[in-house]
């Protein structure tokens, strides 16, 4: 790995984290909810030292998606000279097998591949959190950790060890790698969970959780009418059908799920057709909708997208 100096972590940035609200959220096309500004509130508070936020909720609700729209919000929030510097968006989807080296210093799997190592400290690039501790002395950087709750407990531990203070080492093979701390005030952590573990009481105490919710229909629907172009007689009782299999608490129809559903839907020949793609996109569980319902639905859908050709 390349050495830095590292004097340049004490020149502070100039871009800081701005204050984002709804309103900025809403202006880079992220559809709130009630609850939302909370986590604003708490993610973009000058006056805290960390800011770290864990999202949970069902896979799909838009917990990623709310990471990445806030990066977007701080990049457009920026004025003068801060709008140069923008905001380093970093994600990381962490997994059981997920280890120091890919925090830390991730092997290049690339060069070491194909053998094009001039020196062993190429076999080497900066893990995810070395990025964020780095890059937080030039501008905002948002740090996603997708699906922390999948990591090990030893994981978790090594996150919380960073959180103090941002402190990480590179894997330097000669023994005398760089120290570096980052500026945890300029970071912004945002951890997703799908409730695959219990997080460690040490982790609960540092971060605000905020369970998403779906979002309220008016907002769905808004956002799956930008998305496909749908008339709202097909949009409405499809939102109407995936409201119904969420409280099954089975399944989760996401919005992107519907989305896909909408496109191919008005495309298709007959009712036959949408059953199918119903089935194969809306429904993951044989419960989650019966065959009358899923008949029912499927006209809708072709009489709300108008007759198609033969």
């Not at 939102?239 to 409280?247: L, Q, V």
Request: proline share 5%; glycine share 8%; charged share 20%.
């Amino acid at each position: 790995m390349a050495s830095i100096d590292i004097n340049s972590q004490y020149a502070k940035a100039a871009a800081r984290v701005p204050v984002i609200t709804e309103h900025d959220m809403n202006a880079v096309g992220y559809y709130t909810r009630p609850g939302d500004a909370a986590w604003l509130l708490h993610a973009t508070n000058p006056a805290l030292q960390r800011r770290v936020v864990c999202f949970t909720g069902s896979p799909g609700v838009g917990k990623s998606d709310g990471a990445k729209k806030l990066s977007n919000a701080i990049v457009a929030k920026q004025t003068g000279p801060d709008k140069q510097a923008g905001c380093a968006y970093l994600e990381l989807n962490v997994h059981s097998w997920t280890s120091n080296d890919e925090l830390f210093a991730a092997p290049h799997i690339g060069r070491i591949t194909v053998g094009n190592l001039k020196d062993p400290k190429d076999a080497y690039r900066p893990g995810i959190l070395w990025q964020a501790s780095l890059q937080s002395w030039y501008r905002p950087v948002v740090l996603l950790l997708g699906e922390f709750d999948k990591c090990q407990a030893r994981t978790e531990y090594l996150f919380l060890s960073w959180l103090q203070d941002g402190r990480v080492q590179d894997s330097d093979p000669d023994g005398d790698g760089n120290v570096l701390y980052g500026d945890m005030s300029n970071i912004v952590v945002i951890l997703t969970s799908n409730g695959t573990r219990e997080l460690h009481e040490a982790t609960l105490r540092r971060v605000m959780r905020y369970h998403m919710n779906a979002l309220p229909k008016d907002s769905e629907s808004r956002l799956l009418r930008q998305l496909t172009g749908a008339p709202v007689g097909a949009i409405s009782p499809l939102i109407d059908a995936a409201t119904m299999i969420r409280k099954k608490m089975q399944s989760f129809p996401s919005a992107q799920e519907m989305a896909e559903l909408l496109k191919s839907a008005a495309i298709a020949p007959d009712e036959f057709t949408i059953g199918y793609l119903i089935k194969g996109l809306l429904c993951k569980t044989p419960d989650d909708m019966n065959s009358q319902e899923i008949v029912d639905l499927s006209k809708i859908l072709f009489d709300a997208f108008g007759v198609k050709g033969a």
